[in-house]
């Protein structure tokens, strides 16, 4: 059996769908599969939109239309009305009350999911397939409230298997990725591309011969081709670097959905959908045994540093930086400290910069009145390059390359294992320097006197 996941730009209206249609007709003529979808093109976006506009009370009609028309459903002949008007009746309800909920929240958004796989399941039935809906909140329970990814595994895939052993042989489910349900059937949902996620477990529960993951991208490159032109796609990854390159800021799956093909050791590839071919990325146990090299650009995140007067005022600063940003969930990206440097610098997410800045004044109150700390401060116009993977004298080079073209470092991390540098700069250099570090890293039969004497 082979699980095939289909993303949301590789569901939208035309050809993106009609290549999903014959993705599956295509693939089920090889061998078993199960499809799992998620909600097509923004659905998603509008359903929260409109939640949000509900919770304040107010119209929400227009995003509602555009929902409905983005669904075309009607020029498919699917007859849907009573999920619109369960929708629109939750809808209501909230702008009403004005109340904010989670659980209504995850509700809404549900419908993106139901909606996307009644219509896939009956355009294959219209086209004569055996493919038959399956919501997937009958076989995914979580166990802990309305928390999003408690998925309770062993309940989980009791129902997984016990669905599949019902199949016709040869019957296609057409299942809704995202979402689940608690122990009291309330609607729950498994966050942000939550469907990579459910098509993962459900691999890991039917013991899946592979996922296929159908995406917009042709898969992981060696640095992002809308920054990097000569940037080249990687056809084979270990899970291992897969979930280094996602704690990097490569868009790749999430180590969360790696976990469950990685258990099982089920391979995962990488396809595009839009551009039909099958190049793409596959990440399993072994990998290419080869390393990989990237540059990857990390962007949203901000430089907090402090500055103290004297060397007696840094001990033990980074224990207290670390304590005072876990109190508020902070987690730092990056840290660095000099040992005859009198300042601290580290990078944080964009969304956590004022949280983390807050954090710090409340924790250094009496060093910042006393004067042995002079100053916090915070800077959101930074990005971090990151080059992972084993590559020789990458540091220099990256440092040779950035200074030579007067691209200044704020910061600079090199880990123990040599296999993942962080470069921090001005985001306002991000593409030059990119493609500077790309350059100098992959040039890949310069010695390092030789790149010294160009
Ligand atoms: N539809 C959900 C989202 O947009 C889940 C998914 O696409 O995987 O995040
Ligand atoms: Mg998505």
């Known amino acids: ?60 009609e227009q995003v509602y239309d555009a929902f409905v028309q983005l669904q075309d459903t009607t020029s498919h002949g699917l007859e849907v009305d009573e999920l619109f008007v369960e929708l629109k009746e939750i809808l209501d309800s909230v702008k009403r009350l004005k109340i904010s909920s989670d659980k209504l929240k995850d509700k809404i958004v549900s419908y993106g999911e139901l909606l996307s796989a009644r219509l896939i399941s009956h355009i294959l039935v219209a086209n004569g397939l055996n493919a038959v809906f399956v919501d997937a909140r009958n076989i995914f329970k979580t166990n802990n409230g309305l928390k999003s990814s408690g998925i309770d595994h062993l309940q989980s895939q009791g129902l997984t298997k016990a669905y599949f052993d019902s199949l016709e042989p040869g019957q296609i489910p057409i299942i809704t990725g995202f979402i689940a349900s608690n122990d009291k059937n309330e609607t729950v949902t498994l966050g942000r591309n939550g469907s990579n996620l459910s098509a993962s477990l459900i691999a890991n529960f039917i013991d899946a011969e592979e996922v296929q993951n159908w995406t917009d991208v042709n898969g992981v490159y060696t640095a992002s081709p809308k920054l990097v032109q000569q940037a080249e796609l990687i056809s084979h990854l270990s899970f291992k670097e897969a979930h280094e390159l996602a704690n990097f800021g490569t868009t790749i799956l999430h180590p969360r959905t790696i976990n469950p093909l990685m258990e099982k050791g089920i391979p995962i590839k990488i396809y595009n959908s839009i551009d039909r071919q099958k190049a793409g990325t596959i990440i399993d146990m072994d990998g290419s045994k080869k390393g990989i090299k990237v540059v990857s650009a990390i962007e949203n995140v901000a430089m907090i540093s402090i500055e103290s007067k004297d060397i007696t005022a840094r001990v033990g600063i980074s224990g207290r930086i670390f304590s005072a940003l876990g109190k508020y969930n902070v987690s730092v990206r990056l840290i660095s400290q000099a040992s005859t440097d009198l300042s601290v610098g580290f990078v944080v997410d964009s969304e956590d910069s004022e949280i983390a800045k807050n954090a710090l004044i409340e924790e250094f109150e009496t060093e910042l009145e006393n004067g042995s700390i002079l100053g916090i401060s915070l800077n959101t116009n930074v990005v971090i390059i990151a080059i992972i993977g084993r590559h020789n004298y990458a540091l220099e080079k990256a440092i040779y390359g950035l200074r030579k073209n007067k691209i200044w470092m704020y910061l600079i991390s090199n880990s123990i294992s040599g296999s993942q540098i962080s470069l921090v700069i001005d985001s306002g250099n991000l593409q030059k320097a990119v493609n500077i570090v790309y350059e100098q890293v992959f040039e890949k039969d310069k010695s390092l006197e030789e790149v010294y004497a160009t």
């Open 1 to 60: 059996m082979k699980v095939l996941k289909f993303g949301g730009k590789s569901l939208a209206n035309g050809s993106p769908l009609n290549n999903v249609i014959e993705i599956i007709e295509e693939e089920q003529r090889h061998s078993d599969i199960a499809v799992v979808v998620s909600a097509r093109g923004n659905s998603t976006d509008l359903l929260i939109k409109m939640y949000e506009l509900t919770v304040e009370g107010k119209e929400y």
